[in-house]
């Protein structure tokens, strides 16, 4: 791993790109304190540029080089989930561009887990600005081929560590006030926030961070997805099928895969497992190039809530009208 380290971290140092695995997804990095680059990471992601990117460090003791205010809530998540799967939003130092805050007067912090995002970040030292390693309003990448196949020369290095382990993108939570506000849900919970934050969360507010990134339309493939119950999927499947269509699907249950042309794809039952596969399995779902793919409804809940998100979105996003 050495040698490839040392590679990225030269890579980052003169201004290039970098995707990495995350605990979570892949990052596209770029060093944080070099607008040029981050200006590099916009364009390779076809991002608009009011887009805020979270600030990937190394440890507690690179905080106060971004954020000018730590909050006792913030203390407290850090404490409970970091190195891990959050994204804290906290009052931004003076010094942190506005290229990496979309302008906004807050930056997202985040410390990962990831072995190698975590040696990546010792060695460069500064902080990594990293967004999702995919295609704005795209599935993310769980996997370096996902990557190297979204982005092709466009990124200067890819670092291969396999699968991501939990999946879906990093909890946000906005804590620059006395009460959490989830802003994007994720594998840690609401219920687990308010666990270690010791009081209930708080509804966003006009004041709180705007997270552009958890627009309506995201995730999205490219085929046209829907989400619905497991009869009426079976139905539509049959009826498109019948007009001579090609259908996409993804389920839980064992819904009867006797249709003949369907694509089929059995998700786990199982919330955290589903979303370790979720974009794998929409990448996959995609790449077979049907006129729809459909999506069996999910069970509500707490342990739901982030793939449900996700799913919402992907289904706006895939909607030719909502993409913006
Ligand atoms: O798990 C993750 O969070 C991954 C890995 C690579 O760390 N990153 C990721 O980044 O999902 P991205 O850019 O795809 O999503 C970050 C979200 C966006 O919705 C963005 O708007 C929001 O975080 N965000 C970043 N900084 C913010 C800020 N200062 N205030 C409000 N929202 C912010
Ligand atoms: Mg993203």
């Not at 050495?2 to 596209?28: C, H, I, M």
């Not at 209930?200 to 309506?216: D, E, F, M």
């Not at 190039?289 to 809530?305: F, K, N, R, T, Y």
Request: a negative charge; glycine letters at 10%.
């Amino acid at each position: 791993m050495n040698s490839q380290l040392d590679e990225a971290v030269a890579v980052l140092k003169r201004g290039g790109l970098v995707a990495f695995p995350t605990e979570t997804v892949y990052g596209l990095g770029a060093d944080a304190g070099n607008p040029e680059a981050i200006g590099k990471l916009y364009a390779a992601k076809g991002r608009p540029a009011d887009h805020p990117v979270i600030v990937h460090v190394a440890g507690m003791a690179n905080l106060n080089e971004w954020a000018r205010e730590i909050t006792p809530i913030a203390r407290q998540l850090a404490q409970r989930f970091w190195p891990g799967p959050l994204t804290l939003i906290l009052k931004r130092a003076p010094c942190v561009s506005d290229v990496v805050t979309g302008g906004q007067d807050t930056v997202g912090l985040r410390i990962p887990s990831h072995p190698i995002a975590h040696a990546l970040l010792e060695k460069f030292g500064g902080g990594i600005a990293a967004p999702s390693a995919n295609r704005f309003g795209r599935v993310s990448a769980t996997l370096a081929e996902h990557v190297r196949r979204e982005f092709g020369d466009a990124v200067d290095f890819v670092f291969d560590g396999g699968e991501c382990d939990v999946g879906i993108e990093s909890t946000i939570v906005d804590a620059t006030g006395s009460a959490p506000v989830l802003l994007r849900p994720g594998h840690i919970t609401a219920r687990d926030i308010e666990q270690a934050a010791g009081i209930a969360l708080a509804a966003p507010t006009a004041h709180s961070p705007r997270a552009p990134g958890t627009l309506a339309a995201h995730y999205a493939p490219a085929t046209p997805l829907l989400v619905m119950e497991g009869d009426l999927l079976l139905e539509l499947a049959a009826t498109l099928t019948r007009q001579g269509k090609r259908v996409a699907v993804l389920a839980r249950s064992a819904l009867q895969p006797l249709l003949a042309g369907v694509v089929w794809t059995a998700a786990p039952r199982e919330a955290q497992q589903y979303a370790h596969d979720l974009y794998a399995n929409l990448r996959t779902l995609d790449a077979a190039g049907c006129d729809a793919l459909l999506v069996e409804e999910l069970p509500q809940g707490p342990d739901w809530a982030a793939v449900n998100d996700r799913l919402l979105r992907a289904a706006a996003g895939a909607r030719p009208s909502s993409t913006a």
